[in-house]
């Protein structure tokens, strides 16, 4: 099926270091979502987007919807440890390009993040 | 406060065996459910979706089969598993117009 192009695939950075990610679609979004997911968990939905344009801070996290609707990244200021992890984003399309009321969500590959004490 | 589960955590089955993952939620009416499948080092494959009881809508073809005998309950099951069954399957849930999922703590399934 589709899937969002997200990148990098991953970094090694060191604490403290500003972490930032994209991704980016050829389909327009109605909504944007980033989530985070720990090794042998689920993902925990960090930000959520609704409008194009739109930035929203969530503690050291910063998301932003493209103003295309085609794009949406992520950034982390001040890295930690416990930020290590693998970033996905999702989009859910517009439902006229999905044909129904039903948008379902389109993830990225993800972003694995490690980071060095 | 809304609450998902999943059981089992893990899973090791062999190659024809059936499978059945359960998937409940707490704290909400009428969720949207959701059966993802996430391969390792892949992002999430949407599988099954539902909007409610007995409305199973399919996005892959495959061996795979999903049922919601009640409101807040979502089954993945198969007859008979195939080694490329294997990964990580995550179920989720959503509620109103706004697709924002919530996911559960996600069963690892092993076919040897």
């Known amino acids: 099926g589709q899937q969002l192009n997200q990148s990098p695939q991953s970094m090694f950075i060191q604490e403290g270091e500003d972490v930032s990610m994209n991704c980016t679609s050829s389909s327009i979004f109605n909504t944007w979502l980033w989530y985070k997911q720990d090794p042998g968990e689920g993902p925990v939905l960090l930000i959520a987007?609704?409008?194009?344009?739109e930035l929203t801070s969530n503690g050291r996290l910063t998301a932003q919807f493209g103003i295309t609707r085609k794009d949406s990244f992520l950034n982390i200021s001040a890295s930690i440890p416990s930020d290590v992890g693998i970033y996905f984003c999702a989009g859910q399309e517009s439902p006229m390009n999905y044909g129904g009321s039903q948008g379902n969500l389109i993830f990225g590959k993800g972003t694995k993040l490690s980071v060095k004490p | 406060s809304q609450t998902i589960h999943q059981w089992p955590a893990t899973l090791v089955q062999p190659v024809g065996s059936p499978l059945s993952l359960e998937c409940t939620v707490e704290?909400?009416?009428?969720?949207?459910l959701y059966w993802y499948r996430q391969a390792a080092g892949r992002g999430l494959q949407l599988l099954f979706y539902?909007?409610?009881?007995?409305?199973i809508s399919s996005e892959v073809p495959q061996n795979l089969s999903a049922s919601r005998p009640q409101d807040r309950q979502f089954i993945l099951s198969s007859k008979k598993l195939l080694l490329s069954d294997s990964g990580f399957y995550l179920c989720?849930?959503?509620?109103?117009?706004?697709?924002?999922?919530?996911f559960g703590p996600g069963t690892r399934l092993l076919v040897l």
């Open positions: 704290g909400t009416s009428n969720p949207n």
């Open positions: 987007l609704y409008k194009a344009g």
């Open positions: 989720a849930w959503s509620q109103g117009p706004i697709e924002t999922q919530y």
């Open positions: 539902s909007v409610g009881i007995g409305q």
